[in-house]
């Protein structure tokens, strides 16, 4: 069997592998959000600004400072992105305008690596896309968290929440992207290292995604702090309404 038939059939299984697995990592994000590290997650951060706008000028600073924290690391991998980028489309200017040859078996190869690095070029550009929407969002998130007047406002905290979950959505796939990139990368060896590649990474990432039955002993356990959003929303009259939204962190924020 020659490559480029290997080539049809090895690419899209190790393709439709990571598609399918992340399906089900979608599926179980919206029905069952405390089975994922990114429902988990997701929770805790509403949590999180509930408690800190609870008192924003006690905890104002530190809301900042953890926020700023995070735009410098979405900045820094929105350069590292948009860096990458620029490098594979000089490098692929210059391998196209070097190769004169005209050989029609020489041309087709090289049209085939043109196509292998403008996968990767894609993934890195839409990885920037993300990191760019993370920040936008994290620094909407930096002036709202701190307002005094919105601890009185179930509104505008839920506003909030809402906002930094979105930027963490972002932050995720931008993460998704350079995963992506890495069997691209192998491809341009072949199709068999890119196959086992989406093989080996769609098990890192199902350990990485899903949550340990002792993890959701403990968080169930956490839940009973003091801190806790519906002890917060149970003051304010509404605990109701707080009790659907813990249960599906991430649809409100997705809406």
């Known amino acids: 069997m020659e490559i480029n038939q290997i080539d049809y059939i090895l690419v899209p299984c190790g ?37 800190l706008m609870k008192d924003p000028l006690k905890n104002g600073t530190l809301a900042v400072q953890t926020i700023r924290n995070n735009m410098m690391a979405s900045t820094q991998l929105a350069t590292i992105s948009i860096t990458l980028s620029s490098l594979i489309s000089a490098f692929v200017s210059s391998y196209n305008s070097s190769s004169d040859d005209s050989s029609t078996k020489l041309s087709s190869r090289r049209s085939v690596h043109t196509y292998k690095y403008f996968a990767i070029l894609v993934c890195f550009l839409l990885a ?35 906002k930094l979950n979105r930027g963490s959505i972002f932050w995720s796939l931008g993460l998704r992207a350079f995963y992506l990139s890495f069997p691209l990368m192998l491809w341009i060896f072949g199709p068999i290292p890119m196959f086992l590649c989406c093989c080996g990474l769609t098990a890192v990432l199902y350990f990485l995604d899903t949550t340990s039955s002792l993890t959701r002993e403990l968080y169930q356990g956490e839940n009973n702090c003091a801190c806790s959003v519906d002890s917060f929303a149970a003051g304010a009259g509404e605990s109701g309404h707080s009790n659907s939204t813990l249960s599906r962190p991430l649809l409100t924020s997705i809406r």
């Open 128 to 162: 920037f896309f993300c990191y760019l929407q993370c920040t936008r969002y994290y620094a909407h998130v930096s002036f709202f968290v701190s307002l005094p007047s919105s601890a009185s406002r179930r509104e505008n905290i839920e506003y909030v929440a809402n």
């Open 15 to 51: 393709l439709l592998v990571l598609a399918v697995y992340h399906v089900w990592l979608v599926v179980m994000i919206i029905r069952a959000p405390e089975r994922t590290v990114i429902g988990l997650n997701a929770e805790r951060r509403r949590q999180w600004v509930y408690c």
